[in-house]
């Protein structure tokens, strides 16, 4: 948790120092749950930096003992975190595949939170792309279950789509969830 304060501040190297020293304690102990989340978050550190292939490393390390310990939920966010990395590194037909298979474990432990998420993610790499029409039913299904569970991210969905409508126009907006609709 010290890490974390220190990430927020931007001094990257003491964050750093303080995870590594978690991750001996938690290697000493035998907690793999603890293990499998710290290597996450030095993996945020790393991809923070700018350094994709070493944040990669320790997601790909943190995402094998979620997997081995059958975290599934801590599995997810793994998935979604190297899928933001292939973002942002511009392999956007592997970030969807990542993406992709966060999306399916959320439906499969019941994780409207993180399906909400997702689906934001895949409407807003699609946006990025300007494939809107593909973005749109991602970010319509955000929204509701957002709007069912009370989280205000819904928010961010509402930008997205006012950038949408703002791009396309309202009449098309609408043909388009006509069309969705149908």
Do not use: W
């Amino acid at each position: 948790n010290i890490s974390q304060i220190h990430k927020v501040r931007g001094d990257y190297d003491r964050a750093l120092s303080y995870l590594e020293q978690s991750l001996k304690i938690q290697q000493e102990i035998g907690d793999r749950q603890g293990e499998g989340v710290t290597l996450n978050n030095i993996s945020q550190i790393y991809n923070a930096k700018g350094d994709y292939d070493r944040a990669l490393s320790y997601l790909e390390q943190s995402l094998k003992i979620r997997q081995e310990i059958g975290d599934r939920k801590g599995e997810s966010t793994t998935l979604g975190n190297i899928a933001s990395i292939y973002k942002d590194k511009g392999d956007l037909d592997t970030a969807l595949e990542y993406f992709y298979k966060d999306l399916d474990i959320c439906k499969s432990i019941g994780d409207l939170h993180g399906m909400g998420i997702t689906l934001l993610n895949l409407g807003g790499l699609f946006f990025d792309q300007n494939k809107i029409e593909e973005a749109i039913p991602y970010l319509i299904q955000s929204y509701q279950i957002f709007n069912q569970i009370g989280s205000p991210i819904k928010s961010n969905v509402e930008g997205l789509l006012g950038a949408i409508i703002e791009k396309i126009g309202e009449a098309e907006f609408q043909k388009i969830l006509q069309n969705l609709n149908q």
